[in-house]
């Protein structure tokens, strides 16, 4: 059975750092887009970042501009997350997602074919 799994999540004071690390079992990341998600308590599951199948392609949503980048780790055949001048509201549980494609450009939301099960990121002081 394909999985992800997602790992690096934890508390961190305002302005701290965290990386995310995305990786597979049962299956190679290669040739997939990878998508995070974040879910706040009490709101809808938002895109946060992708990367094209290889890497090419990364794009983000707006509010972590600047603060956020995602990358492939091929030694470790991962994906991560880092995530830098974190902020309260990005306090959320972060999940990661693929989907088999070949794009050009990849989309912050979209179909996926696999989930992880996901972290808690907490931002407080």
């Not at 999540?9 to 597979?24: D, F, K, M």
């Not at 549980?93 to 989930?115: A, H, M, Q, R, T």
Request: aromatic residues 12%; neutral net charge; glycine residues 12%.
């Amino acid at each position: 059975q394909p999985q992800l799994v997602e790992s690096g999540g934890g508390l961190v004071q305002p302005g701290g750092s965290l990386r995310l690390s995305c990786a597979a079992s049962g299956y190679s990341l290669d040739y997939y887009t990878i998508r995070w998600y974040r879910q706040a308590p009490g709101k809808e599951r938002e895109g946060v970042a992708c990367i094209s199948w290889d890497g090419g392609s990364r794009n983000y949503v707006e509010s972590v501009k600047g603060r956020f980048t995602v990358g492939r780790d091929y030694a470790k055949k991962a994906v991560y997350l880092e995530m830098k001048n974190l902020k309260p509201e990005d306090t959320a549980v972060y999940s990661c997602s693929s989907k088999s494609e070949l794009v050009n450009f990849c989309e912050i939301s979209g179909p996926n074919d696999y989930w992880g099960q996901g972290t808690q990121v907490t931002v407080s002081s």
